[in-house]
C-alpha cells in the first residue's frame, strides 16, 4: 500500500500526555469506525420495502408498496389476475413505501387522470379513492414512467 523508506521517518520524543492524547485520539476513530462498519451491516441486513409502477393494460397504471418483493409478486397476481398485459415495469426499495407512495400518487394525481370504473369490489372501489390507478394510454406510459423514476430520485435525494 505505502512505500516508506527509513530516511520518510522521523522519530523525536513526546511525552507521557501527548503519548496519552494520542493514544485517546487513535480510540476514538477506531471506534467511530467500529460504529459505521456496524451501522453498514445493519443497512445490507435491513429488509426493504418497495414501490412500483405496473401497466395493468393498454390505457390503465398502478401504483403501489409492499412490504417485501414476495408480497409485491403476489399482490400484483392474485388483485390483478384479469389483466393478461400485467407488467410490473418498475420497482424500487424504499425504507418505507407507505410515505414514498403517498407522493408518487400526488405526483400522478397531479399529472395524469385518476381511472375511473364502476367496480363491484368494495376492495378495489376504495383503492380508487386513493388515486392508485391511472388512465394512461400507450402513448404517454413512458412519461408515466419518466415521472416515476424522476420522483423517486427526488424522494431518496431528499432522505
Known sequence: MFEFTPSDITLFSVSYSE????NKELLEIFEKTL?????????????????YLAVLSDNI?????SNSIKNLEKRLKTHHS????L?????????SYRSVEKVLKAMFSSKFPIYEYRYSDP???????RGEYFSIGKSKQKL????????IALVLKDI
Open 144 to 151: 408515466a414512467k419518466h415521472v416515476f423514476e424522476e420522483t
Open 35 to 51: 460504529e459505521l462498519l456496524k451501522s453498514k451491516e445493519k443497512l445490507a441486513r435491513k429488509d426493504f420495502e418497495y414501490v
Open 19 to 22: 503519548r496519552k492524547n494520542a
Open 87 to 95: 407488467k410490473n415495469d418498475c420497482c424500487h426499495k424504499v425504507d
Open 61 to 65: 397504471i398502478k401504483i403501489g408498496g
Open 82 to 85: 384479469e389483466y393478461p398485459s
Open 123 to 129: 376492495k378495489k372501489k376504495s383503492e380508487l379513492g
